[in-house]
């Protein structure tokens, strides 16, 4: 079972350099979002989506577009990269509905731009 | 917006102790409960969820309790062991949202 599948592990960008991270799950799960983890953080929201074609921000959106347009995949794009999103980047993929919420976790992103 | 709370940040016990985790929330219609264990360089895993028409759950070394008037749960882990060694997430929801709110996690430290 491959679950939740993030593309690459680890990614050294320049500042200003734009680059796709790659999330796919097969699931069949609605629901899909990013978080990043930083020291002393936790892990806070970017984008989520509740489905194919829909897509909304989370805790700290700025500099980050996502789009939906399988339920499989939810790519996130950084534009122009800067050191401030220097990171782990995870996504997660859960189910719709109350009885089910468990979410699944990729094993992360680590993102450094220098 | 949900703000979960968590503490204490770092925690170091010996072997075979006891470790107690404590969360706040302040969305009262949150009703799912859940913990996630991060090893390193790996992505969070479910250990332990709660729903608030539930007071306890245990699952073998691993329990949870919510108080919902006091809006707080904690995580207990008894007879600690090395590969306890992880960083801990509470989290919570409400019913109909898509995400959870995270709380900033606990370090927790095993020691032979």
């Known amino acids: 079972n491959a679950g939740v599948t993030q593309t690459p592990k680890f990614q050294v960008l320049k500042t200003g350099q734009s680059m796709t991270l790659q999330c796919a799950q097969d699931m069949n799960h609605e629901y899909m979002s990013w978080y990043r983890q930083d020291p002393g953080m936790g892990l806070r929201l970017i984008h989520y989506s509740v489905g194919a074609g829909i897509t909304d921000q989370g805790e700290v959106p700025n500099g980050y577009n996502v789009s939906r347009s399988t339920t499989e995949d939810f790519p996130l794009r950084l534009l122009s990269a800067a050191p401030s999103q220097t990171s782990v980047y995870f996504c997660a993929s859960s189910s719709r509905g109350d009885l089910n919420t468990e979410a699944f976790f990729g094993q992360g992103t680590r993102l450094t731009v220098v | 917006g949900e703000n979960v709370e968590q503490h204490p940040s770092t925690l170091s016990v010996q072997e075979g102790d006891s470790a107690v985790i404590k969360c706040t929330y302040s969305?009262?219609?949150?009703?799912?409960f859940p913990w996630y264990k991060q090893e390193l360089g790996k992505g969070p895993q479910l250990i332990i969820d709660?729903?608030?028409?539930?007071g306890e759950k245990k699952d073998q070394r691993i329990a949870v309790t919510l108080n919902k008037t006091a809006k707080h749960f904690s995580l207990h882990i008894t007879e600690t062991q090395p590969e306890d060694s992880a960083v801990y997430f509470c989290?919570?929801?409400?019913?109909?949202?898509?995400?959870?709110?995270f709380g900033k996690g606990t370090m927790l430290l095993v020691s032979p």
């Open positions: 989290a919570a929801k409400r019913s109909g949202y898509s995400t959870l709110t």
């Open positions: 709660i729903r608030s028409n539930v």
């Open positions: 969305d009262s219609a949150s009703n799912y």
